[in-house]
């Protein structure tokens, strides 16, 4: 077993109250609790990172299926079909009380 590091903070007398009262709460040292918050956020911002990298793929994959389709869109020869998409895509939003913005779906109207 590896010897623990001691990690000194200084904090405020109230903030040092608070974590003793929530530390009590759940029956164990303030040691523990402060030890047990760390770890968490530790784990919480590895797993936003991971969150946040995977949101921009994403983003990045959508924007480039929103642009093929609506290119195959502008150049199909039923020059009607872009509009009735777009026209389909705002009812769909709003069937599913999703908000569009303006010029997203690669509608020209504003």
């Known amino acids: 077993m590896t010897r623990p ?5 200084y904090i405020s007398s109230e903030l040092s109250s608070l974590i003793r009262r ?4 759940k029956g164990i040292s303030m040691s523990e609790w402060v030890r047990a918050l760390l770890a968490n956020a530790c784990t919480e ?10 949101i921009e793929r994403i983003s990045r994959r959508s924007v480039f299926l929103m642009v093929g389709v609506d290119a195959l869109l502008a150049g199909h020869p ?3 079909l872009r509009g009735r998409a777009h ?14 913005a303006a010029g997203e779906g690669g509608s020209d109207e504003a």
Do not use: F, N, P
């Not at 590091?5 to 903070?9: A, E, M, N």
């Open 45 to 54: 911002d590895e797993l936003t990172s991971r969150l946040d990298a995977s």
């Open 78 to 80: 039923d020059h009607a």
């Open 5 to 9: 590091i001691c990690l000194q903070v």
């Open 22 to 25: 929530a530390a009590k709460a």
């Open 87 to 100: 026209q389909a895509y705002v009812r769909k939003c709003k069937e599913l009380g999703l908000s569009t």
